[in-house]
């Protein structure tokens, strides 16, 4: 594995308190900069240093990747679907400024950047179906137009300026040590749970709302995967579709029955949060992230729940 020092932005969130001790077993604590805009929960990143960071704060940016010799930017500052469509002139700002900070930063400091994409760059116009790398990206969600505008700006900056970016469209993530920070796939962590607490959950996502989903360790692995991969196989670079699973509530309900079989799935569904999720791909096909990276999930959704009802403390 070669030598970094990375900076990751919104690193206290559900992704990047994780990714901050997985980068530290593969790089070392001293080669890692945690930053974010709140310090909410600091203690879970342990040893590794943590300075305040507001992505919007371009010159603060360019303070600490000089500061701190950074060679590698993972930008995981974000506000997400459901909260997005809350307060979409702030998620434009954040989401969209927050990048485009971090892109000039790097390229005036040749730094790698990684940034996740999400399925929410897809909309209803797009195939539902084993949704292709290339295809129609309309969505109708904030979150959604930053998400494809992020991916068009990371390839105009590698295609114009030379400048080394990758990215991954993450599906839903599911994890159990933070809990995830305003989306729509949500309902697939927090069922786990309320499956512990109470063995029954009301899902505000309705029956037969297939959307693909990922478990954390799966989503940790991509980002060291592909920002190590040999740059010139990449031929897509940004928003490499990737996959582990795709399933609706009730398929995480007979999954969760085989551990608790008195756990019971009702359904409070919220219009705003299931119009989303209507508007997202059933299933993506992620042969090129397979073909180009080597692209391979470990877990499925009962290897997921099996370690997700192990390891949740309630
Ligand atoms: P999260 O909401 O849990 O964490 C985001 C973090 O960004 C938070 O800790 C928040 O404090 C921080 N933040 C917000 N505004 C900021 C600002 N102005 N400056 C600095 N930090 C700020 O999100 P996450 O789930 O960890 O997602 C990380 C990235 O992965 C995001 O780009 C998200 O779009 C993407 N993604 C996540 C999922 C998922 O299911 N979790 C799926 C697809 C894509
Ligand atoms: N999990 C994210 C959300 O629901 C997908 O990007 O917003």
């Known amino acids: 594995m070669g030598k970094r020092r990375i900076l990751i932005t919104g690193s206290l969130g559900q992704i990047g308190t994780e990714l901050a001790l997985y980068f530290k077993k593969i790089y070392g604590a001293s080669n890692i900069l945690a930053t974010d805009i709140s310090d909410k929960n600091v203690d879970a990143l342990e040893d590794i240093k943590y300075e305040p960071l507001d992505v919007t704060d371009g010159k603060r940016i360019h303070e600490l990747v000089t500061n701190y010799k950074i060679d590698t930017i993972v930008n995981l500052a974000a506000i997400l679907s459901a909260t997005g469509e809350k307060i979409p002139q702030k998620t434009w700002e954040i989401n969209m400024g927050g990048l485009v900070n971090v892109l000039d930063v790097a390229l005036q400091e040749k730094c790698t950047v990684f940034t996740p994409s999400s399925i929410a760059a897809f909309g209803e116009s797009t195939p539902k179906d084993n949704t292709p790398q290339v295809t129609i990206q309309r969505p109708n969600t904030m979150y959604g137009v930053t998400k494809v505008a992020g991916e068009n700006l990371c390839d105009y900056y590698n295609l114009r300026f030379g400048l080394d970016t990758r990215g991954v469209r993450y599906p839903g993530i599911i994890s159990y040590k933070t809990l995830p920070g305003g989306g729509t796939t949500d309902y697939a962590v927090h069922i786990y749970f309320e499956a512990l607490r109470n063995k029954k959950y009301k899902s505000f996502i309705a029956e037969g709302t297939k959307m693909d989903m990922m478990y954390m360790p799966d989503a940790l692995k991509a980002v060291v995967d592909l920002i190590e991969a040999d740059p010139s196989k990449l031929k897509n670079r940004n928003a490499f ?40 791909p059933n299933s993506l096909d992620d042969s090129a992230a397979r073909e180009e990276w080597g692209w391979s999930p470990d877990y499925d959704i009962d290897a997921m729940t099996e370690d997700m009802l192990k390891n949740i403390k309630i």
């Not at 795709?246 to 705003?272: G, N, Q, R, T």
């Open 241 to 280: 579709n990737i996959t582990a699973m795709s399933f609706a509530p009730e398929d995480l309900e007979v999954a969760i029955k085989k551990h608790i079989p008195e756990f019971v799935l009702e359904y409070e569904v919220d219009p705003e949060r299931q119009a989303i999720a209507d508007s997202w």
